[in-house]
C-alpha cells in the first residue's frame, strides 16, 4: 500500500496540470503557480505549449514528453524526480491522461514514492457530457476507437450492452465513418455531438444518430459524441443480423466453436440461438 498526503511531507512531486482546451481564459491561476514554480515542464508537443507559456509569462524550461518515446521519457521525468525536481505534465489540451500521454509515468511515479498532484482545470469529455441532455452518471469515458475496421467494430460490440452513457472523442474526417458504425451496432440512439468546444464556433447538435448523421459532413474540429447506453426496453426492436454476425465471427476468432459463439451471442442479446443458427448458416 502507498499512502501519499501531498501537502506533509517534502518529496518531489509530479504535477498533472489541465491546460485549456480552446479559450484561454479557461487557465486557472493555480494552474500557472504551478507551471512557474516547478524545475521542468514535460510537454506532448513542446512547440505548442510555449505558445501557452508565452502567453503567461512563464519562463520555465520545457522538454517533450509523447506517446512515440513515452516509456523512455518517463524514465527520464523519474530520474528529475530522483533529483530532487518538481516536474509538472501538460497535454496540448486539456487533462494529461485522458487520451493523452502520461499514463506510463505516473505509474512509474506513484510506485516509486513520491508524490503526484493533479491541477484542475478543462476537460472535453466532461464538459460535453454535462450539456448534451443525456443522464450524466452514470458513465464510462471511451475516448479514441482504435483506428482498425475490425478493432472499432469489435469494440463497439463490447459495448453495445453497456447501460452507461457513452462518450468518444473523434475527428472531423472519420465522423461520418464512426456515426455509421454507432448507428449499426447500438441503433438509433440519442446522442450529443460536441465540437470545438469554449472556442468561438462552439456548438452541440443534439438529436438521434441517423439525424446528425445527415448533417455531419460539413463539421470541423475535433469532436465529443455522447451517446446513451443501452435501454432493455428500445433494445426490443430487430437487431441487425449483421451486428450479430459480427459478434459470432469475433467469438470464434477468438477461439470458440461456432457453436459456443453461436449460444454466447444469443444470450447476450436475449435471442434464440436456435433462430441464429438458421440465419447464420442460411448466409
Not at 506513484?110 to 460535453?128: C, D, K, Q, R, T
Amino acid at each position: 500500500m502507498i499512502r501519499q498526503k501531498s501537502f506533509e511531507n517534502d518529496q518531489p512531486t509530479l504535477y498533472l496540470v489541465a491546460t485549456p482546451i480552446g479559450n484561454l481564459g479557461e487557465m486557472t491561476p493555480r494552474a500557472i503557480e504551478i507551471l512557474k514554480s516547478v524545475d521542468v515542464i514535460a510537454a506532448e508537443d513542446t512547440r505548442n505549449t510555449m505558445k501557452l507559456l508565452s502567453h503567461f509569462d512563464i519562463q520555465t524550461h520545457c522538454i517533450a514528453h509523447h506517446m512515440h518515446n513515452e516509456y523512455e521519457s518517463a524514465k527520464g521525468l523519474l530520474t528529475l524526480l530522483e533529483e530532487g525536481k518538481n516536474v509538472a505534465l501538460v497535454s496540448d489540451a486539456g487533462y494529461p491522461l485522458i487520451s493523452d500521454p502520461g499514463q506510463i509515468v505516473v505509474s512509474m511515479v506513484s510506485e516509486a514514492g513520491y508524490n503526484v498532484v493533479p491541477i484542475s482545470g478543462a476537460n472535453a469529455a466532461l464538459n460535453a457530457l454535462v450539456a448534451s441532455g443525456l443522464s450524466a452518471q452514470p458513465f464510462m469515458f471511451v475516448g479514441f476507437l482504435k483506428s482498425g475496421e475490425q478493432e472499432r467494430r469489435k469494440t463497439c460490440l463490447e459495448l453495445s450492452k453497456i447501460k452507461q452513457t457513452l462518450i468518444f472523442y473523434e475527428a472531423p474526417h472519420r465522423i461520418r465513418k464512426t456515426l455509421e458504425l454507432f448507428l449499426e451496432v447500438f441503433g438509433n440512439r440519442d446522442i450529443c455531438l460536441a465540437r470545438e468546444i469554449t472556442k468561438k464556433h462552439e456548438e452541440f447538435i443534439r438529436g438521434t444518430l441517423s439525424e446528425v448523421i445527415d448533417i455531419c459532413d460539413d463539421l470541423k474540429g475535433e469532436m465529443v459524441i455522447v451517446m446513451a447506453g443501452y435501454n432493455e426496453e428500445e433494445a426490443k426492436d430487430e437487431i441487425p443480423f449483421t451486428v450479430l454476425n459480427d459478434a459470432i465471427k469475433n467469438y470464434i476468432e477468438e477461439g470458440y466453436s461456432t457453436k459456443e459463439a453461436i449460444k454466447k451471442v444469443a444470450k447476450e442479446h436475449g435471442l434464440s440461438k436456435n433462430e441464429i443458427y438458421k440465419q447464420y448458416h442460411s448466409c
